[in-house]
């Protein structure tokens, strides 16, 4: 996978982490202490440094809590737009025109700014404010002008999600239950 993505053929990576920044930078290390002795060592990259590093476009699929959406990660993990400056990610030998893409949650959607390489606000889910995901957030993202609000799944999306891709809810049976 890893020789696929550093010669260009994977367009999308999808990532979950313990924490991200405004600059789609992740965590899956550790939190809390530091590296030598850490509050709560996790698994780490596991590849993910190689699947943000090369691929395209990187999607994270994170839960809504502001202990995840922090402005300083307690260690970089795998690189986003690092400091978010121009050219940041190729003056430290990333491929061009690569990096974060979206970040999905179950309360929200986000992109990254083409300028600033910060997070931006561009969708909520159905009865989701801005004001409910920016109160589950550390740091405030860009707002777009226009916050859209993502359709609910129709029924046959629901049918595919529900008895095709995980029938046993080892993904979608986990965490708050929506209901449409």
């Not at 991200?20 to 290390?29: A, E």
Request: hydrophobic share 40%.
């Amino acid at each position: 996978v890893f020789a696929q993505a550093s010669q260009g053929f994977i367009d999308y990576g999808m990532l979950g982490a313990l924490q991200i920044d405004p600059y789609g930078n992740i965590n899956s290390s550790y939190v809390g202490g530091t590296y030598e002795q850490p509050g709560r060592r996790f698994a780490g990259a596991g590849g993910a440094n190689g699947i943000a590093s090369l691929c395209w476009r990187t999607i994270f699929i994170m839960m809504q809590e502001k202990r995840r959406f922090v402005p300083r990660l307690d260690f970089i993990t795998s690189p986003g737009y690092l400091d978010g400056s121009p050219q940041a990610r190729e003056k430290a030998g990333l491929p061009a025109q690569t990096g974060p893409y979206r970040v999905v949650t179950p309360m929200a959607l986000f992109d990254f700014d083409e300028q600033t390489h910060r997070m931006r606000l561009i969708a909520t889910t159905p009865t989701v404010t801005v004001e409910e995901v920016l109160a589950e957030m550390a740091f405030e993202p860009l707002i777009a002008a226009t916050v859209e609000e993502i359709a609910p799944p129709t029924a046959d999306e629901l049918m595919w999600l529900r008895e095709r891709i995980d029938p046993d809810r080892l993904v979608i049976g986990k965490g708050k239950t929506i209901r449409f």
